[in-house]
């Protein structure tokens, strides 16, 4: 993993601290989930909180993987707007969400979206703000299959809820959403013993009950859930991959595709050497010393992490210059990406100067009203405003000055530089001004935009206020 990490060209090209993806990584990770059902992609249900972008979703659409998990609105939003036909959101949804997730139905009448249920009250709420018009809403029971953090236990009130979708009329039971996020044994055959357990509990309830699909696991379980046919496998962590996942379970296939770049800011002494990685830029949920790893520095202990800051202790600190990048891996990259507004792109080993937008990071969802938001397009539109109306001025001043002061065969003909009055002041002299105008402001007041930013935050952030 380090030496694709550790030969990067064109580091200098990019602000510390950065997000970097790597998109053959991302590619091959793609390929080796494909890889992971047999090719059958219809059974893959990505996470794509990992992400949050609409170019990753765009990989995974060209794959052939069309359905997808989300745990926001907006993830969902951006889900859709990416050209997903089928998105789960996987997160109870209450209170203003669940008009949020209305609105955002009717906003993309071709996906089909569905939500988990998990409570009576969800049930009756969601009944009440989607009665059945063309076609209802489709609900996933969330079963709590040990991790006991959302859902409803195997048993009676499983049943109850079941009945309660059936007897609503107004939304379609789409089947169960088992999610084994405790499941970290490192002991493969542990960890298959636990799927294989779960996997008898949903046959039982599938055989006594039915359940159109059955969406399970994360990562970890992945492979195992794989070869179990019938069932949807919706890993998240699998497209870009973490030291986390990487040290735990070394029998996935998986690549680091996601790193950070962060510079030597500070050398206070003592064999310590700062870092611009503060835990604005690097997500801090995990105890501080297993934060994360720098690719270079074997030795690195973390002495102190404040928002900008991170002061590292390594014998190697005299050998590090001020400046310095070095590439830094997140234990979860998940929070991390979230932190982020794009990320850099590398191909062959290269920065490449595009970015990727992690426009589902904020929490609003773009709306389709709200005209398309990347910087190219707004300088193009204010500059098209601005070339529009010289242009106006002039078309206004040719026609009123040559209707007021034109030829007329009564008048005698003046002349300015050997040209008729009317002439010179009524045509060439705007004609000249405009032209002139036009030049200055084509040179220095047109914008350069890299056309491959694709910046969505603006709008996003734009539309929240
Ligand atoms: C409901 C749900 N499904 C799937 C996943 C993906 O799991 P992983 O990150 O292990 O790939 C998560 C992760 O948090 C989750 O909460």
């Given amino acids: 993993m380090n030496q694709i990490w550790n030969q990067i060209e064109e580091l200098e090209s990019v602000a510390s601290p950065g997000l970097l993806v790597n998109v053959d990584c991302v590619a091959r990770n793609i390929d080796s989930m494909v890889r992971i059902v047999d090719g059958d992609t219809g059974r893959l249900r990505p996470h794509v909180k990992t992400h949050k972008m609409p170019a990753v979703i765009q990989m995974q659409l060209d794959a052939g993987i069309g359905k997808f998990k989300a745990s926001t609105i907006a993830e969902a939003s951006m889900v859709a707007g990416a050209g997903g036909q089928d998105v789960l959101l996987a997160y109870p949804v209450v209170g203003l969400n669940i008009q949020r997730l209305a609105d955002l139905r009717d906003q993309y009448p071709e996906t089909c979206f569905s939500v988990l249920v998990d409570h009576p009250s969800a049930i009756s ?23 006991h953090r ?84 919706s890993p998240g962590t699998t497209v870009f991959w973490d030291i986390g996942y990487a040290e735990k379970f070394p029998d996935l296939p998986f690549e680091i595709a996601a790193a950070l770049l962060t510079r030597v800011i500070s050398k206070p002494g003592n064999e310590r050497i700062c870092l611009d990685l503060g835990y604005k830029a690097i997500a801090s949920e995990m105890p501080f010393e297993r934060r994360l790893k720098i690719a270079s520095i074997e030795d690195a202990k973390l002495v102190s992490h404040s928002e900008e800051h991170l002061v590292l202790e390594t014998a190697s600190a005299d050998s590090l210059a001020v400046g310095q990048p ?48 990347d910087p190219p397009f707004r300088s193009s539109l204010r500059e098209l405003k601005w070339i529009i109306a010289i242009w106006l001025f002039n078309f206004v001043w040719v026609i009123t000055y040559c209707w007021l002061f034109g030829y007329s065969p ?35 007041q047109m914008q350069d935009h890299p056309l491959d930013v694709d910046d969505t935050d603006e709008q996003t952030e734009a539309t929240d206020a």
């Fill in 125 to 147: 709420m969601l009944a009440e703000a989607f009665p059945k018009r063309d076609k209802p809403l489709r609900v996933f029971i969330d079963v709590d299959c040990g991790m």
């Fill in 150 to 233: 959302t859902g409803i236990p195997w048993g009676e009130g499983l049943d109850q809820l079941r009945d309660r979708i059936d007897q609503s009329g107004d939304l379609e039971f789409a089947g169960l959403h088992v999610y084994d996020g405790h499941l970290h044994q490192p002991s493969l055959d542990e960890r298959q013993q636990a799927v294989t357990e779960i996997r008898q509990k949903i046959a039982d309830y599938a055989t006594r009950s039915g359940a159109p699909e059955i969406v399970a696991g994360g990562s970890p379980t992945f492979a195992f859930w794989a070869q179990q046919p019938g069932i949807h496998c």
């Fill in 326 to 373: 070095l590439i830094a891996f997140p234990r979860h990259i998940c929070p991390t990406v979230a932190l982020h507004s794009s990320a850099h792109l590398i191909r062959d080993s290269a920065i490449t100067g595009q970015q990727w937008s992690v426009t589902a990071r904020n929490r609003t969802m773009p709306t389709e009203n709200t005209p398309p938001s």
């Fill in 410 to 444: 009564d008048q005698p003909i003046a002349l300015t530089f050997g040209i008729p009055s009317w002439a010179f002041w009524g045509i060439f002299a705007p004609w000249g001004v405009a032209t002139a105008v036009s030049c200055w402001f084509a040179l220095t």
